[in-house]
């Protein structure tokens, strides 16, 4: 993804980032992408977005709203939300480049929809 912004959103509230394993997440996904941003949205982030309701936008959706606040927080190219209690396997620049629209992962590793 070479000269592409990449940012990773993720929804974290603070009492919970020991027990989804958020910091797995973290080291887990550095150990690959290292240089990728990443944005973790507690419920004191999460309450000023829907405080704000990213103007122009009439979403309800948190995960589309943080991924959208991401993008221009960043001035990224493209977002990617991953969950807090996810553990990343291998490098996700593939993923990225087939220029797929939406990318899910089944429970199991190597099991994609």
Known sequence: MKNKKII?????????????G??????????????????????????????N????????????????????EANADIVVHIDADSIILGKLDQILEDGYDIFAVRKRPGMYI
């Open 8 to 20: 990773i959103s993720t929804i974290c509230e603070s009492s919970w980032i020991e027990k989804s």
């Open 22 to 51: 958020l910091n797995k997440m973290l080291n887990s996904l550095k150990y690959f992408h290292p240089d990728w941003e990443v944005k973790i949205y507690d419920e004191h982030k999460l309450n000023d977005i829907y405080k």
């Open 53 to 72: 309701n990213i103007p122009g936008h009439n979403l309800w959706s948190i995960m589309a709203l943080t991924m959208i606040d991401a993008k221009r």
